[in-house]
Each structure stands twice: as C-alpha cells, then as structure tokens.
C-alpha cells in the first residue's frame, strides 16, 4: 500500500483556482437573518390567521329569528336583558359565540304536542300505523300495559294528544328546565282524574265529549297553577276497552243496539197508537163541542120562545093554552098516514067515553072444489 507520507494533504489555501471560505463571523449572521425573515413571514401569516378567526368568532354570533320564534340569549347562563326586554323578536341579531352566549329560541306561535304516556297498552307508532299489532294476550299485563280505572271499576285504555301554544315565553323557558314534560305529567294526572269520574260505556261510547271536557279543565287548571305559559288549544281523544275482553264489548254494543232499535220501533208503534187515538178522540170531542153548541142554541131558542109568550099567557091563560094546544096538534097530526079523531074537552067537563070496535078481518069467499 502506499505510504500516506507519500502525498502530504493539502489546505485550501494552498488549493489551485478555489476561492478562500468566508469567515465564521459572516456564515452566522446570514443564518440568523434568514431566520428572522422566516420568522417575521410566519408572525405575519400568524397574524392573518388570527384576524381570520377572530372575525369568524365574531361573525358567527349573528343569528335570525324567524317570524313564529322568538330567542332569548344567555350570557354565561343568566337571560341578557330586563324584563321583555329579554325576549327577542323577528330579525336578524347578534350575540357573543358559545360558550360566553347561548341563543334559546321559542316556537312563540307554532303548535307544540305532546302525547300521554299512561293508560294505553304495549305498542309502537309504527305498530298502529301499519295495523300490526301483536295479538292481545290472555290478561293485562301490569309491568307493560297501561291503563285507567272507570267510576264503575272497569278498565279501559284512554290515549290523549294535546296540543299547545307558548303564550308566555319567559315563563316557558326561564323558570322550568323542561317545561313540555310538565305539560305532559299535567296530562297523564287529568287522564287518571277524568276517567274515575265517568262509567266505562260513558267513557268509550256515550259521553265521550263530556270526558274530553273534563281532561281539558283537568290539564289547564293544572298548568294554570303551576304557571307554565302555555294556552291549550286542541285535545284528541282515543279510548279503547282491553284487547283481551274486546270482543265481549262489541257484543254487548251490538245487543244495545238491537235494543235501541227495538226500542225505536215500539216508540214509532206507541206513537202511531197515540196519534191515532188522540185523533179519534179529538174527533167525539169535535162532536160533542157541535152538539153542545147545536142544544144550547135550541134551549137559548125556545127560552127567547116562551119569554116571548109570556106576556100572552099572563094576559089569557085559557086562550094561550088553547092555541098552543092547537098548534101542537096540528104539527104532530100534520104528517100522520093514518085516520085521525080529534075530540075535545066537553063542556061539561066531563071526559069523553071512547069505544073502538076491533072486528076480525072477514074472510075470503073460497072457490067451490068440484065433485
């Protein structure tokens, strides 16, 4: 091998056609400017960022209300504002991003629901309306089926849907945490009142609108004391006899029905009977009012007849009996078809001794028969 001896090293300096190397002095000053310039475009690029962010913070704050809400905005918590001045209108507002600002709008006009969540049995919204329900057991299960109890100690199911709107959104919002799950114990509460009050064919049947009534009273009253702002405006009611003795039900309806019918038929009988004899009867009293009428005015006529005559028979009595006698005679023997005697009072006062011969009818010359 060769001798490293042999080629002694050599220096830059001593290297032909190569420049001298700067000093160490100048090299670190060209580093450190290069990194402040890299430095200075990154605080710069910094910066811009940071105004961007800044303006997106800001900017999202705006918000719109629309014209069914109003908004409230709390600030670390607490409602910003006094009084009304706290709820917010219809338009375009701003607030600080969360977490300093929280922007709570109200649905002020549109209408809120809320379904009861007791006294109906074990089923799914999607179940109901695609008529799949499971068939009904053999009982009422307790730990699944709800229900209510009627005044006559019966057992139906009764669904209510309510609806409502914020009347007072301050009172909704500020001084309850969820004030629709009140509203809907106020609910469930009038659904076990209301239903104990009425019997189980009034309550599924026959004064439906009376149980309506009564849950609506029941529910306002309840919201109305416990001040939750809303004003009800619609109650849909749905009741339904347990599953299991539902066919039971719908015989007995079909047998009050019958009866009903039956009924009907033997009023419309009893009426065309009544009708018929209170014509008939209208009809003797018709004739009888006539008759009265016809024999008053006879009797009213014959007594203006003798008050007339009255006069003549105090002036001669004998005269007046004896005219009047005639009179009679003549109008009864006037139309008589047989022989008439006519034989007065003799004067000598003594009566008449009449004889009437009654002779047996002679008899009939009969043919001589031929020997």
Known sequence: MPDSN?????????????APP???????????????????????????????????FFGSGFFTVSSQERAIVLRFGRPVGVGEQQLLGPGPH??????????????????????????????TPEA???????????????????YTLTSDTNIIHVRVTLSYRINRPLSYVLDFANASNLVLNAL??????????????????LNQLGLKEKITARVQRLVDQQGLGI???????RTRPPRYVEEAFINVLKAEQERGQTNQLAQAYANSVLSKAQGEANAVLNQGETDRTRL?????????????????????????MARLQTETLHRVLT?????????????????????????????KPQAQQTP
Not at 130 to 143: C, D, F, H, Q, R
Not at 231 to 237: A, F, N, V, W
Request: proline fraction near 11%; aromatic fraction near 8%.
């Open 128 to 146: 109901e309306a695609t008529n799949s329900e499971p068939p009904p057991g053999p009982t009422l299960s307790p730990a699944a089926d709800g």
């Open 94 to 123: 701003w607030s600080f991003p969360y977490p300093i600002d929280e922007v709570v709008k109200i649905p002020f006009t549109e209408i809120q629901r809320v379904t009861s969540t007791t006294g109906w049995y074990a089923t």
């Open 6 to 18: 042999d080629h002694p090293a050599q220096t830059p300096s001593t290297t032909k056609g190569s």
């Open 188 to 205: 469930n509460n009038a659904i076990f009142q209301a239903s104990a009050q009425f019997s189980v064919d009034d309550a599924l049947r």
């Open 22 to 56: 700067p000093p160490p002095e100048q090299i670190e000053d060209a580093s450190n400017q290069a990194l402040a310039e890299a430095l200075r475009s990154s605080f710069v690029i910094v910066k811009i960022i940071m105004v961007i962010l800044v303006l997106v």
């Open 335 to 363: 139309n008589s078809a047989v022989d008439k005697n006519f034989l007065p009072d003799p004067a000598s006062g003594k009566p008449y001794e009449l004889r009437i011969q009654l002779s047996r009818e002679p008899q």
């Open 296 to 320: 008053l005015q006879a009797i009213a006529a014959e007594a203006r007849y003798f008050t007339n005559q009255l006069p003549h028979y105090r002036s001669n009595p004998d005269l007046f």
């Open 231 to 237: 004003t009800i405006e619609q109650l849909d009611l």
